[in-house]
Structures are given as C-alpha cells and as structure tokens.
Nanobody
C-alpha cells in the first residue's frame, strides 16, 4: 500500500522559510514532487524531481530562484526548501509521487505566509 507522509507546513511571515518533507513507501517511484492548491484555485505543480540517476528537476516559474527540491533515494524522501516566501505562496501543499502506472497524493499540508 502506497503511503505519502508529509510534514513541515505552518505559518511564516513574508520573507521567511519553510521546509516540507515527504516520506514515500509502498512502491518504486519514477518522479516525486510538490503541488499546491490555493482557495478557489486549481492545483498546480510547484516542483518535481526524477528519482533515478541525475535527479532532473522542474520548477514552476513562481518557484524558480526561491524553492529547491531534493531527494534522498535511500529513504524515498523528497524535500522542498522554500525561501523568500510570499503571501501568494499560501496554499495547501501536496506531495506527489508517480510510478509508470499511477499517480499518488499525500494528504496535504497547509502553508500560510502572512504579510
């Protein structure tokens, strides 16, 4: 059974930092990453990383230069380091993991950035 366990959300002032962590289990994943969904908005990709050799990353334009995604393959964990946070980063952040056949989602963790 696949499980994605997220941690690290919370409340932070604008300009601050947060670190999100997602521990995955139950399958071999090809891609892991983070999506977010703000109230009234569609879920959007924030950053993804391939699990294989090389760790190819992909960032949303809004995340480039501020967020860094990394992974620990031995622990099947993906980390999102978020710096210089802005109020518009406020959303529920979801861990994402994909195999060849299926995509999986975590339960979500709230990130709130106050101005």
């Amino acid at each position: 059974q696949v499980q994605l366990v997220e941690s690290g959300g919370g409340l932070v002032q604008a300009g601050g930092s947060l670190r999100l962590s997602c521990a995955a289990s139950g399958s071999r994943f090809n891609v892991m990453g983070w999506y977010r969904q703000a109230p009234g908005e569609q879920r959007e990709s924030v950053a993804t990383i391939t699990v294989g050799v090389g760790g190819i990353t992909n960032y949303a334009d809004s995340a480039k230069g501020r967020f860094t995604i990394s992974r620990d393959n031995a622990k099947n964990t993906v980390i999102l380091q978020m710096n210089s946070l802005k109020p518009e980063d406020t959303a529920v952040y979801y861990c994402y993991a994909r195999t060849f056949y299926q995509s999986y989602w975590g339960q979500g963790t709230q990130v709130t950035v106050s101005s």
